[in-house]
T-cell receptor, first 115, second 112 residues
Framework: GAGVSQSPSNKVTEKGKDVELRCDPI?????LYWYRQSLGQGLEFLIY????????KSGLPSDRFSAERTGGSVSTLTIQRTQQEDSAVYLC?????????????FGPGTRLTVL | QKEVEQDPGPLSVPEGAIVSLNCTYS??????FMWYRQYSRKGPELLMY????GNKEDGRFTAQVDKSSKYISLFIRDSQPSDSATYLC????????????FGAGTRLAVHP
């Protein structure tokens, strides 16, 4: 079946612009996670959704970052007023019910470059 | 100190070698341990998933967890050039849902 998909695959933007990153999880997966992967920092957790609710936003680095999920499916990560340090690969993962989130399936990521 | 420590490598081995990849961790609450493989410019792919201490084998891959030492390993037997990738360990607790805490990843190159 189809895996996790993310769009765009690459995004180049200018400092100060807003960007939206999209994630389509595996159909039926109730849990959705956003991570960020940058050089020197490894993979860092950003936010977790269960259905449309986000019980854990503890990884969002600043209030410029926000995310939403609608219909228990698609999620959008928005970064406002982008900064150069936001440059990274943003990865989305989804997890089926019953696994406690321990089996997470990742998408290919969106490579964000802020000039 | 990071919660999960992993030597970034790179590790270079000849085809057919046995590869040993390792992580150490500091949080005794971790109960679930995973290994992901990530090819260049791709998302991580779940390879192995174990709960608590013990061994798990899947084909050429064996995962070991020693909770008393806070040490996990992934062994790859008969390594192939197609195994060349970055290997990430990840772990989580028992909070009912689990954000994963990742190691930095070890870059492996298997040369023919």
């Amino acid at each position: 079946g189809a895996g996790v998909s993310q769009s765009p695959s690459n995004k180049v933007t200018e400092k100060g612009k807003d960007v939206e990153l999209r994630c389509d999880p595996i159909s039926g997966h109730t849990a959705l996670y956003w991570y960020r992967q940058s050089l020197g920092q490894g993979l860092e957790f950003l936010i977790y959704f269960q259905g449309n609710s986000a019980p854990d936003k503890s990884g969002l680095p600043s209030d410029r970052f926000s995310a939403e999920r609608t219909g228990g499916s698609v999620s959008t990560l928005t970064i406002q007023r982008t900064q150069q340090e936001d440059s990274a690969v943003y990865l989305c993962a989804s997890s089926p019910i019953g696994t406690g989130g321990n089996e997470q399936f990742f998408g290919p990521g969106t490579r964000l470059t802020v000039l | 100190q990071k919660e999960v420590e992993q030597d970034p490598g790179p590790l270079s081995v000849p085809e057919g070698a046995i590869v040993s990849l390792n992580c150490t961790y500091s949080n005794s609450a971790f109960q679930y341990f995973m290994w992901y493989r990530q090819y260049s410019r791709k998302g991580p792919e779940l390879l192995m998933y174990t709960y608590s201490s013990g061994n798990k084998e899947d084909g050429r891959f064996t995962a070991q967890v020693d909770k008393s030492s806070k040490y996990i390993s992934l062994f790859i037997r008969d390594s192939q050039p197609s195994d060349s990738a970055t290997y990430l360990c990840a772990m989580s607790g028992t909070g009912g849902y689990n954000k994963l805490i990742f190691g930095a990843g070890t870059r492996l190159a298997v040369h023919p």
